[in-house]
Nanobody, 125 residues
Framework: QDELVESGGGLVQAGDSLRLSCAAPESISLLHAMAWFRQAPGNEREFVASISGTGDITHYADSVKGRFTISRDNAKRTMDLQMTSLKSEDTAVYYC??????????????????WGQGTQVTVSS
């Protein structure tokens, strides 16, 4: 099944750190740009961070810049999101996304054809 798999969500307190991981199955032969999005109840899915196929180009939403770090390990077929100084407004379901098309890191939902089912991150204040 061509679906990414997220892990690492949970309940933390404001100011804590959390690391999310995303794994690509063998059925997805190649992923170029990948990204993290999040969706809070009643809100649209919003961009968090993206990374190029080689990992040398990254792009962050202003709301997480300086607090979150996106990375990938192509040998392991994984992508991570290290989140620090978490705030209550970071509470959301976090989704990883990927594309087999050779594009630059994107903030647009429609640029990605592979998605995970999401992992819940809850930050208590």
């Amino acid at each position: 099944q061509d679906e990414l798999v997220e892990s690492g969500g949970g309940l933390v307190q404001a100011g804590d750190s959390l690391r999310l991981s995303c794994a690509a199955p063998e059925s997805i032969s190649l992923l170029h740009a990948m990204a993290w999005f999040r969706q809070a109840p009643g809100n649209e899915r919003e961009f968090v961070a993206s990374i190029s196929g080689t990992g040398d180009i990254t792009h962050y939403a202003d709301s997480v810049k300086g607090r979150f770090t996106i990375s990938r390990d192509n040998a392991k077929r994984t992508m991570d999101l290290q989140m620090t100084s978490l705030k209550s407004e970071d509470t959301a379901v976090y989704y990883c996304a990927g594309t087999g098309r050779r594009i630059l890191p994107s903030a647009r939902v429609n640029d990605f054809e592979y998605w995970g089912q999401g992992t819940q991150v809850t930050v208590s204040s």
